[in-house]
Each structure stands twice: as structure tokens, then as C-alpha cells.
């Protein structure tokens, strides 16, 4: 079976609302667990520039933001709808998602 990486920064408050969506969606399961993902918390940096509508911020301002970086294992062929999921879920603009391919054993 192939597995991907997903890693997604988010802000702190939002984490747990896109987490349970991915859930409800079954793809943080790993047998007869389910909610598995880490996260990890940090501070994410960027400046809205014109043409921007920033969920945070303003245009111009360099931002500090605490976040936290989610990350979860899912079947390649259910990236499509995970990545609807986070999108319509997430509250940033331009939410920065991360997709790194698993070793296969």
C-alpha cells in the first residue's frame, strides 16, 4: 500500500475543528485507532501583499503567528478528498499544505 505525509500549519485554535473533519472522513485511522496525527506547535511568519485577504494580518505588516504543524499518514488515492477536506476547513487564504511520499517497504 503507498502512503503520503501530510503536513499542514494552521493556527493553534483552528487545529482540533480541521483535525475532527479529517477524522469524520476516516483517513486518521490506523487500525483500531483513529484521531492519529501529531502536531507539533510553532510560529508561522508572513506579510499580506496586495491583492491578499488576510485571515490574520494586515496587508503590508509582517505577521508572528502561533501555530501548529498537523501531520498524519494517509493512502495515496485518498489525497483528492482529504485536500477538500483541509481546504474547506481551514480558515487561511492560501493554507500552506505539505505532501511528502512515504517510503514503500
Same mark, same amino acid.
Given at each position: 500500500m503507498e502512503f503520503l505525509k501530510i503536513e499542514v500549519f494552521i493556527p !493553534? %485554535? +483552528?487545529t482540533k475543528k480541521l483535525m475532527e473533519k479529517v477524522n469524520e472522513g476516516g483517513f486518521l485511522k *490506523? *487500525? +483500531?485507532y483513529d484521531f492519529c496525527y501529531? *502536531?507539533?506547535p510553532v =510560529?508561522?511568519?508572513f506579510r499580506p501583499i496586495e491583492g491578499a485577504n488576510p485571515y490574520i494580518g494586515s496587508l503590508g505588516k509582517? %505577521?508572528?503567528v502561533l501555530e501548529n504543524k498537523v501531520e498524519f499518514r494517509i493512502r495515496k488515492k485518498d489525497l483528492d478528498e482529504v485536500m477538500k477536506i =483541509? !481546504? *474547506?476547513n481551514h480558515p487561511y487564504e492560501v493554507p500552506v499544505i505539505n505532501v511528502i511520499e512515504l517510503y514503500k517497504n
Open positions: !493553534r %485554535e +483552528n *490506523e *487500525e +483500531n501529531a *502536531e507539533t =510560529i508561522g511568519h509582517v %505577521e508572528d =483541509i !481546504r *474547506e
